[in-house]
């Protein structure tokens, strides 16, 4: 099964094929996350997912959105965008939508609207051929920040953060 990984820092940054290798053990992994990047912009990125033929594309992005200031509205409709125009091209595909995740320290404020959207991104989904999965939860400190363990700066994840987003992937591909 050849997996892409599509998103912005938080993707990119990630070890994925030391993070996942019992986990998706024989699978080939894609990263395609741009330090950076947008959802918005993510949009004209797309065709470089479809041109590898996966057969399963996990989506996560939408923090530089909101922390450049896109409405709300706008990181949602890019990212169902996204993940419809992945599902509309690649029908046998599985197709995951990832939460957004938690912040904390000083980019704690954004928190409330992060929630908001994932509701939304999680309602969106529903009805339609992509799983919505709720990584929020998993990384959360306790209360409703990121947990500071996870974290090497309020937003880009420690060693131990991507091995608690990686528990979260882990059972989503079991033949």
């Not at 998706?24 to 470089?48: C, E, F, K």
């Not at 404020?109 to 990584?135: C, F």
Request: aromatic share 8%; proline share 5%; net charge negative.
């Amino acid at each position: 099964m050849h997996i892409v990984l599509f998103g912005d820092s938080l993707t990119e940054y990630g070890e994925w094929p030391q993070l996942m290798r019992e986990s998706w053990q024989g699978h080939t992994l894609s990263n395609q996350g741009i330090a950076g990047d947008t959802a918005y912009s993510a949009r004209s990125r797309v065709r470089a997912v479809l041109d590898e033929k996966p057969d399963a594309v996990f989506v996560q992005m939408g923090i530089n959105d909101l922390y450049m200031g896109a409405p709300e509205h706008e990181i949602i409709s890019s990212l169902i965008s996204i993940v419809t125009q992945i599902k509309g091209r690649l029908p046998k595909a599985k197709v995951f939508l990832q939460s957004m995740l938690p912040t904390g320290g000083p980019l704690a404020h954004l928190n409330p609207a992060i929630v908001r959207i994932n509701a939304e991104l999680m309602i969106k989904t529903l009805g339609q051929e992509v799983i919505y999965i709720d990584v929020w939860a998993a990384m959360l400190n306790g209360s409703s920040e990121l947990n500071p363990a996870y974290t090497t700066d309020g937003v880009h994840l420690s060693p131990e953060g991507y091995a608690a987003w990686a528990g979260v992937l882990a059972g989503l591909l079991i033949n």
